[in-house]
């Protein structure tokens, strides 16, 4: 069993900046990529970034140049961090990751619970 756990959601003011956190634990042998998502009320789930083993990047075009994702290839983490956040980047934040689990023998999707953020003067 592989398990997902955000946390570094929060309140902010416009601006301001907070840093989204995911700890991936449980029966891992392996982690492809790790992608930040969020879903804003009443819209569709988006990607926000993502990144590979090999640390390359991607980006949403509209957090491009504010958000910065990193990851931690022997604590199994990866990490957001968000500057200049503005009202729209209000939303729920999913990590998602591709995982080769030792016990399922294969790749698979595994989601986080979300993190609430929250731009609002």
């Known amino acids: 069993q592989v398990q997902l756990v955000e946390s570094g959601g929060g309140l902010v003011q416009p601006g301001g900046s907070l840093r989204l956190s995911c700890a991936a634990s449980?029966?891992?042998?392996?982690?492809?990529?790790m992608v930040w998502y969020r879903q804003a009320p009443g819209k569709q789930r988006e990607l926000v970034a993502r990144?590979?083993?090999?640390?390359?990047?991607n980006y949403a075009d509209s957090v491009k140049g504010r958000f910065t994702i990193s990851r931690d290839n022997v604590k199994n983490t990866v990490s957001l961090q968000m500057n200049s956040l503005k009202p729209e980047d209000t939303a729920v934040y999913y990590c998602?990751?591709?995982?080769?689990?030792?016990?399922?023998?294969?790749?698979?999707?595994?989601w986080g619970q979300g993190t609430q953020v929250t731009v609002s003067s």
């Open positions: 998602n990751a591709d995982v080769f689990s030792r016990i399922v023998g294969s790749w698979r999707d595994y």
């Open positions: 449980g029966s891992i042998f392996s982690i492809n990529y």
């Open positions: 990144i590979a083993r090999s640390e390359s990047t």
